[in-house]
């Protein structure tokens, strides 16, 4: 498919939810680790992360306004979702959200996606931050200009919060990030025989004036 206009990057609504799950499973279905950890067989990936997402999208992320999407043509073709400084997801909504997870994750890929989870919450700094947990561009919308639109987004919304920017990320990705002044800080393990992982972060920038 051909791309003919530049990247538009705004804020999703429970209408992206369907294009941002596409774009997402498709993403990480292959050479993701953190993916592949939790869904170790690549067809029960293909068949439970999209229940998966949907869950994390409509009870996690978009509730905490940390959701966007870059469209191209007017077609979704990226996406990022965060969890922003200092949210926490009200406990009524974690009662729901919990066990629909689990139906969608099966028992022990709720047990690897805890671990995530956990991995995230300990590698997070004590200073205000937002932390990336996905940033996806569909295959064919790749090395184009989307992930670049929407991690300009972010990081001019997360500066003029006053905050760092961080995440985890592969070694392969390391590159590219260090492109937006996020450096490799520390590596982290999920769980205890997970994938270990690049913790990065672009520290915060004073807001002139």
């Known amino acids: ?6 990247p538009v990057v ?9 294009e941002m ?3 997402l499973t498709l993403a990480f279905e292959t050479d993701d680790p953190i993916e592949e950890y939790v869904f170790p067989d690549l067809a029960q990936r293909r068949r439970r992360t999209p229940g998966m997402l949907r869950v994390l999208i409509r009870h996690r992320y978009l509730p905490a306004a940390a959701a966007i999407v870059a469209e191209v043509d007017g077609r979704v073709a ?13 406990v009524w909504r974690e009662a729901i959200s919990g066990p629909r997870l689990l139906w969608a994750m099966g028992p022990a890929a709720t047990r690897r996606g805890i671990e995530v989870d956990a991995a995230i919450a300990k590698s997070a700094p004590v200073e205000p931050h937002n932390y990336m947990v996905y940033v996806a561009a569909e295959p064919q919308s790749q090395r ?9 987004w972010l ?11 961080c995440g985890l990320c592969k070694d392969g990705n390391v590159g590219y990030y ?32």
């Open 1 to 6: 498919m051909v791309q003919s206009g530049a």
């Open 10 to 18: 705004r804020r999703a609504t429970e209408a992206d939810i369907e």
């Open 21 to 23: 799950v596409r774009v």
């Open 78 to 90: 990226g996406t990022v979702l965060w969890i922003p400084a200092g949210y926490r997801n009200p």
């Open 144 to 152: 184009v200009g989307v992930g670049r639109a929407m991690m300009d």
């Open 155 to 165: 990081i001019a919304e997360t500066d003029a919060q006053g905050r760092a920017l």
């Open 178 to 209: 260090q492109g937006f002044d996020a450096q490799p800080i520390d590596r982290v393990r999920i769980g205890s025989k997970g994938p270990e992982m690049n913790f990065i972060k672009r520290s915060a920038r004073v807001a002139a004036g």
